[in-house]
């Protein structure tokens, strides 16, 4: 469901400034963070990290007009949203916000940028979105800067409580543009225990030969951009991530040459496949499948994990000309955004600090084994004992590629390349780099 804002704006014009909070638009100043405010040398005033306005003079627990904020939440953990979102209209700063209503809608966080493409003005007010679409979203404005006279304070917030891996993502010029909600994006190896040893799962070439024995299989989803350039990656190639800037001339060289090797070999091997059937941990306990790449929003159950027939770590080695190398894997995260089209901007920013704080990460990693961007919450000694995201985090410590701003030609080209590896149409005497080159090149 898509809010049209034009009632709302229309009806909350004469409103100014109730209870502490501007009712309509934003306080945000002149775009350079130069207005009352805390500048970023000052985010360090902020003591209260997961209510921060607790640090802003004049702020009070007044109650704000009535308005409808809408919200987008991924479909796996709206019912976990619902009920913060029920505590922020009714208990939260003394039912401050009970004049509020939310109106939720299932959209997962991959899809959030399309929906706002189509007319960002009659998007929600506030959404969870993929990381790697930040660059794009705020050259669209499509992301309400957090700075100026209220702003500022989650701002300040952020930069204390989050990890900086996962917050510097939306910071610009000293401040941020959404509020971190995970850091768990990627991707690691579940195996079966019963089939692999754990020091067998660490390298590719044992794990297919032992599956060829077992006639068992691997999962690789290499028809899928963001699986398929794990081998050019473990052959060390980082790119930029600038958008359509970004220089993927380092898939024509020699590191682009180990990845395409790699590619081909594993991807033609008779054990390979895409498909999971009823999910990969299943497949794996059931013992159809051998191994196979498991994303974290797919992560085995506890009960799963209790078998002790499921194994998970990092992904394993590969081999090209026989040097051993590395699988490299995208990481990242999702996040909570405002966007400045909203009527209610500064409830909107109350309602993503509050769906994103420490007890709201605790609660979707309670609910839903979710990764914390959150420092507290990931040292949380359940935190560290989580097996999936023990893995997931090894694998970003050995091999991990961080999706920033990712151009759609790469998705594609990427995607190509292997099916056209699989099917026979590039070899090992034609690695067809510099098409693959051209293809991932987004033409401006």
């Not at 009535?66 to 949203?81: D, F, G, N, Q, R």
């Not at 191994?291 to 159950?301: K, S």
Request: charge should be negative; proline fraction near 3%; hydrophobic fraction near 35%.
């Amino acid at each position: 469901m898509k809010k049209l804002l034009a009632t709302l704006l229309a009806s909350t014009m004469a409103l100014t400034t109730i209870g502490g909070l501007v009712a309509c638009g934003g306080d945000n100043g002149d775009g350079n963070g130069k207005v009352a405010g805390l500048q970023p040398n000052e985010f360090t005033k902020v003591t209260h990290w997961d209510d921060p306005l607790q640090d802003k003079d004049g702020d009070s627990d007044a109650k704000v007009p009535k308005c409808t904020l809408t919200v987008w939440a991924p479909s796996i953990a709206l019912e976990t949203y619902q009920a913060l979102g029920n505590e922020f209209t009714s208990t939260y700063r003394n039912g401050k916000y009970s004049n509020v209503t939310l109106e939720w809608d299932a959209q997962d966080e991959g899809n959030v940028k399309t929906l706002l493409g189509t007319d960002s003005t009659g998007g929600a007010d506030v959404f969870f979105y993929a990381g790697d679409h930040t660059e794009e979203m705020i050259r669209n404005n499509w992301l309400l800067p957090l700075r100026g006279a209220t702003g500022s304070y989650y701002s300040a917030a952020i930069a204390q409580r989050d990890m900086a891996t996962a917050a510097d993502v939306v910071k610009k010029n000293g401040y941020y543009y959404a509020f971190p909600a995970t850091n768990d994006n990627g991707y690691y190896l579940v195996y079966n225990t019963d089939d692999l040893t754990e020091e067998e799962a660490d390298d590719m070439d044992v794990i297919m030969q032992k599956a060829a024995e077992k006639d068992k299989t691997f999962y690789w989803n290499y028809t899928e951009g963001f699986w398929a350039a794990i081998f050019f990656f473990g052959a060390g190639i980082t790119p930029d991530w600038k958008g359509v800037d970004t220089d993927f001339s380092e898939f024509g060289g020699a590191k682009g040459q180990i990845g395409a090797k790699a590619t081909i070999k594993y991807v033609t091997d008779a054990k390979m496949t895409t498909a999971a059937g009823s999910g990969i941990a299943k497949a794996v306990l059931d013992g159809d499948m051998i191994a196979g790449i498991c994303g974290t929003w797919e992560n085995p159950t506890p009960a799963q994990l209790e078998t002790g027939k499921i194994g998970c770590k990092k992904l394993p080695m590969f081999t090209v000309d026989g040097q051993k190398y590395q699988t490299g894997a995208f990481f990242g995260g999702k996040y909570c955004g405002v966007n400045p089209s909203s009527a209610n901007t500064q409830v909107a920013m109350a309602l993503a600090n509050y769906l994103t704080n420490t007890a709201a990460q605790t609660k979707r990693f309670n609910e839903h084994q979710s990764g914390p961007s959150n420092k507290a919450v990931a040292d949380l000694d359940t935190v560290k004992a989580n097996v999936p995201l023990s893995a997931y985090n090894a694998q970003v410590a050995a091999g991990g590629v961080f999706q920033g701003d990712v151009p759609q030609k790469f998705w594609d080209g990427i995607a190509a390349y292997t099916k056209n590896a699989y099917s026979g149409d590039i070899t090992l005497a034609d690695l067809q780099l510099g098409q693959l080159v051209t293809d991932m090149t987004t033409q401006k």
